[in-house]
């Protein structure tokens, strides 16, 4: 198990190919998103997403992008026979992820603030 010390807000959009995780501080990252094929929700009270491990990161002091587990996302497309199009997809999103992150777009720049101040 797992405990935080920090707030934490999870987004997980209909039709999107990544949900994000905004941390509070003392976390080094503010922002970790997981790239996903488009969350399923069975029902209202549950969703289903598929991690493809490729993750598109933002750090907290400075705001530099990194994207990680992509050695993993490598061995995972062969492993899992990961389709041609998901495999293009994903990247296509890490590639969106990063420049959101960089040019700060909502909801990267401070929507999610306000969210972790209600729960902080």
């Known amino acids: 198990m797992y405990t935080s ?3 934490r807000v999870k987004l997980i959009p209909h ?3 990544w949900t994000a995780l905004f941390m509070d501080a003392p976390q080094w990252l503010d922002t970790y998103c997981d790239v996903t094929p488009p ?3 069975p029902n209202p009270g549950e969703v289903t997403m598929v991690d493809l491990d490729l993750d598109v990161c933002r750090v907290r ?3 530099d992008i990194f994207v990680d587990d992509q050695d993993e996302f490598a061995d995972h497309q062969v492993r899992y026979s990961y389709p041609p199009d998901v495999i293009a997809r994903a990247a296509a999103s890490a590639d969106w992820l990063q420049a959101a992150l960089r040019t700060d777009v909502e ?3 401070s929507h999610f603030r306000s969210w972790l101040g209600k729960i902080s």
């Open 107 to 109: 909801p990267f720049h």
């Open 5 to 7: 010390q920090e707030a």
């Open 15 to 17: 039709g999107a190919w």
């Open 39 to 41: 969350s399923q929700w």
């Open 61 to 63: 002091e400075g705001g």
